[in-house]
Structures are given as structure tokens and as C-alpha cells.
T-cell receptor, first 114, second 109 residues
Framework: DTAVSQTPKYLVTQMGNDKSIKCEQNLGHDTMYWYKQDSKKFLKIMFSYNNKELIINETVPNRFSPKSPDKAHLNLHINSLELGDSAVYFC?????????????FGSGTRLTVV | GENVEQHPSTLSVQEGDSAVIKCTYSDSASNYFPWYKQELGKRPQLIIDIRSNVGEKKDQRIAVTLNKTAKHFSLHITETQPEDSAVYFCAAGYSTLTFGKGTMLLVSP
């Protein structure tokens, strides 16, 4: 069983489109995250949710909107896609906040905007 | 917020040599310091971690050291093998992790 699963694995789309990436974890973790990894491999936090509530929202364009219907799911919706949004997006989960236990990452979604 | 610096950005070694990757952090509240290995096209995977109440931790060929006073921590890999070739990330934090920019390690046979 995959602990943190993301879909789709690859996403190629045109500028201006709206797309969503889904993430689910079956580890019973309380906290979920979205990270963006650019072409230089830099992992940058975008959002963090704890028990369905947003706890971190880094400087991210408001075209990016996370949605957490329950603590096992954290989806990412992106409006009006731009060329600069091309990257690999990783979902991750951890045991909880306050005491860090390390992240389990999903396999990533490679987004290419053309 | 936390700022994590990682050096070197690339590291080439011969098989059997040791490799050392160093990181510094800025936030004295950080108390958790994991290291992740990311192979090409794969997800980052936790390989070892250390908490602020420990100065050193070892797991087979991998060891991590932490100097809280100086705010730096290091990853040591001994007897490197070609399969150790990957990008390695350090991270630091209290509740949310901030990652270093990664070190590409290349182990040549």
C-alpha cells in the first residue's frame, strides 16, 4: 500500500488552464504539506494543513488554492496556469506539529505548462 | 523564519571514499534535523534524523552530527558506493521543515 499517493504523476497543460492535483495519505498523520521543487531541485514549502486547518501559507500566488476535505486528503487547485508554474509538486505528511517526526513524501506530480 | 544553508552543492568522490555534507541553520528554536536522499526522478526519502538533545547519531555507513551552539549539522557517509549517488537534502525546523538547497553526490566506481 502506498503511504502518500498523488495523482496525476504527470500533467501537461496549456497556459491559462485550471488544474488540480490530488493527495491522499493512509498513515493516520495529522499534518499534510505541499512543496514545490523547481528545476534547481530546491524544495520550497507552499502550504501546511493540520487536521484540515491551514496553518502555513507561504508567499504563494492566490491562483494556488489548497483544499483539505479531511485529514487524509490535501488537494491543490491551480487557476490560470503560467509557464513559471512548471515544476514538480510534492505532497507530504507527518505525525503532527509541535514535535516533528519527519515527512513521508508522495511520488510527486511533474507539471509542465506549455 | 528559518534559513538553511547547505554546502557543497555538488560533491564527487571515488567509491570507498567518505563524503561530508554540511548545513547551517538560523532559528535557535529548531529542534529537529532530518536528512533526505532523492534519487533521480524519485521522491525524497528520510535516511537519518537527529534531535537537539543528541550530538551524534549513526546508522551503519551514515552518521549525523549536530552542534547547537554553532547552529550547524553534518552528514557523513563512509565507504561510499555508486548507489549512494543522489541529491541529499538537509532540513531544520520545529513544526515545519525548511530544506537546504541540496547536494548532488556522485560516487564514481
Amino acid at each position: 500500500d502506498t503511504a502518500v499517493s498523488q495523482t496525476p504523476k504527470y500533467l501537461v497543460t496549456q497556459m491559462g488552464n485550471d488544474k488540480s492535483i490530488k493527495c491522499e495519505q493512509n498513515l493516520g498523520h495529522d499534518t499534510m504539506y505541499w512543496y514545490k521543487q523547481d528545476s534547481k531541485k530546491f524544495l520550497k514549502i507552499m502550504f501546511s494543513y493540520n487536521n484540515k486547518e491551514l496553518i502555513i501559507n507561504e508567499t504563494v500566488p492566490n491562483r494556488f488554492s489548497p483544499k483539505s476535505p479531511d485529514k487524509a486528503h490535501l488537494n491543490l487547485h491551480i487557476n490560470s496556469l503560467e509557464l513559471g508554474d512548471s515544476a514538480v509538486y510534492f505532497c507530504a505528511s507527518s505525525q503532527g506539529t509541535g514535535r516533528q517526526y519527519g515527512y513521508t513524501f508522495g511520488s510527486g506530480t511533474r507539471l509542465t505548462v506549455v | 523564519g528559518e534559513n538553511v544553508e547547505q554546502h557543497p552543492s555538488t560533491l564527487s568522490v571515488q567509491e570507498g571514499d567518505s563524503a561530508v555534507i554540511k548545513c547551517t541553520y538560523s532559528d535557535s528554536a529548531s529542534n529537529y534535523f532530518p536528512w533526505y536522499k532523492q534519487e533521480l526522478g524519485k521522491r525524497p526519502q528520510l535516511i537519518i534524523d537527529i534531535r537537539s538533545n543528541v550530538g551524534e547519531k549513526k546508522d551503519q555507513r551514515i552518521a549525523v552530527t549536530l552542534n547547537k551552539t554553532a547552529k550547524h549539522f553534518s552528514l557523513h557517509i563512509t565507504e561510499t558506493q555508486p548507489e549512494d549517488s543522489a541529491v541529499y537534502f538537509c532540513a531544520a525546523g520545529y513544526s515545519t521543515l525548511t530544506f537546504g538547497k541540496g547536494t548532488m553526490l556522485l560516487v564514481s566506481p
